[in-house]
């Protein structure tokens, strides 16, 4: 029996009995963590939400995507890159993350995300890359698919290159105080919230939990005592809130 058209990601007329497997193209599990790159743990649960069959596969080196960077979505179609575009696609299929939510609160989403995106996640890079006792962990979790003989040199430049990027962007601009006081301010934001509701915009996790939720796990992650891990594992209410999120939509 074929059947013409069947589901979401199939064009019509071509049969099929399976429904589309999707691949998530994923930095590897690190750290305790589903992924290193919280942005990729934010697209496992998109994923895990949307009802959609899908599976992982890592990979360590970006060059060849087409933002040059992870997550990536396969579908049956084409590559699907960034975060934010896959989570257009798969509301495009019928996905709805942020059910029930008003308009304000979308609102409130958006900015979460932008907050958790482009502020939490440099932070985080900043702790990971920056830190000379974190960096020999680093080298050998990121880099271990280079050949050992030329994987100092290599991972050094990356690194080099990474921290140069960091002061583009700004982060590394700041004291370490200075630092630690940007992102208070943002954990006052989302604790804000917490005080509220169990997830940042009410009783289950909508987008705005599977951006910030990923990024507090990052930074707390960590795998070296540094002031922004213990500042999260001190925090009583955003420790708890990551648990709750790792929990509510737990990923393989
Ligand atoms: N806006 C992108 C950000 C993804 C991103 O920054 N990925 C990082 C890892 S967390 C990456 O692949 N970096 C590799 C590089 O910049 O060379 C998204 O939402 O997916």
Not at 117 to 141: C, G, M, S
Not at 171 to 185: C, G, Q, T, Y
Request: glycine share 4%; hydrophobic share 40%; proline share 8%.
């Amino acid at each position: 029996m074929t059947l013409s058209v069947i589901r979401d990601g199939y064009p019509s007329g071509i049969p099929t009995m399976e429904p589309m497997m999707l691949t998530l193209l994923t930095y590897p599990s690190a750290f305790g963590l589903f992924s290193a790159s919280p942005f990729c743990v934010k697209t496992a649960y998109m994923l895990q939400q949307s009802g959609h069959r899908w599976q992982r596969s890592d990979m360590l080196d970006p060059r060849k995507m087409p933002h040059s960077k992870l997550p990536v979505l396969r579908t049956p179609e084409r590559l699907v890159p960034d975060s934010d575009l896959i989570r257009d696609w798969l509301e495009a299929q019928g996905a709805n993350f942020d059910t029930g939510l008003s308009d304000i609160q979308r609102a409130q989403s958006r900015t979460l995300i932008r907050m958790a995106e482009e502020h939490l996640y440099f932070q985080i890079v900043q702790d990971r890359w920056a830190n000379d006792e974190v960096w020999p962990i680093l080298q050998k979790t990121f880099f271990i698919e280079i050949p050992a003989l030329i994987r100092k040199p290599v991972s050094n430049s990356i690194r080099k290159s990474v921290l140069k990027g960091l002061v583009a962007q700004g982060v590394a601009r700041f004291s370490p105080a200075e630092r630690l006081d940007r992102v208070e301010r943002d954990l006052e934001a989302i604790s804000a919230y917490l005080w509220q509701s169990p997830f940042l915009l009410g009783d289950r996790p909508t987008s705005a939990d599977m951006s910030v939720g990923p990024m507090l796990a990052a930074m707390r992650a960590t795998p070296v005592d540094t002031p922004l891990t213990r500042r999260i594992k001190e925090d009583s209410l955003i420790n708890s809130y990551v648990d709750r999120m790792e929990k509510a939509i737990p990923l393989a």
